[in-house]
């Protein structure tokens, strides 16, 4: 799986590592005023901000796992993937069954724009077959026109 950067997870975890940086800086800063008025108590001044920091770095973290989970049940996409719709096999089927009653060869079947309706060749020409009824049916050529 190839690594991604995810934005929200990447930020939460830098402002962590910022909360972890400058609480430390700043805890080493007034340590020993805060020792002085507070004895070992002062030492919160630099754990403090450590812990909260490493809180958020987590948060951050638990984003990218999750992420990742999402990322894993997502299917690949292939690129310039086009998908081109077929004839369906219980149409293909019956016309071909249709045309071998008749005794009459086939070329190939296509779709048209009506979903019931099928170019199919036969000897050089375009027939187009209906099968929205119990047999299918050769269409004539004003009933073509129509549709059109």
Do not use: C
């Not at 799986?1 to 939460?12: E, P, S, Y």
């Not at 901000?49 to 992420?67: A, H, K, N, R, T």
């Not at 190939?108 to 049916?137: C, H, M, R």
């Amino acid at each position: 799986m190839d690594q991604k950067l995810f934005k929200t997870g990447v930020i939460i975890k830098v402002v962590g590592v910022i909360v972890i940086v400058w609480g430390f800086m700043q805890g080493v800063a007034y340590l020993p005023e805060y020792v002085r008025d507070f004895g070992m108590m002062g030492l919160t001044t630099i754990f403090a901000p450590m812990v909260s920091g490493l809180l958020i770095y987590g948060f951050g973290e638990v984003i990218d796992l999750l992420q990742q989970l999402v990322d894993k049940g997502k299917p690949k996409e292939e690129e310039h993937s086009v998908v081109v719709p077929s004839v369906p096999f219980y149409a293909e089927s019956e016309i071909k069954d249709y045309y071998k009653e008749k005794k009459i060869e086939i070329g190939a079947i296509q779709l048209t724009n009506k979903s019931d309706i099928f170019s199919v060749e036969v000897d050089g020409k375009t027939e187009y077959v209906e099968l929205t009824g119990f047999k299918p049916k050769v269409l004539s050529e004003e009933e073509v026109e129509k549709l059109n």
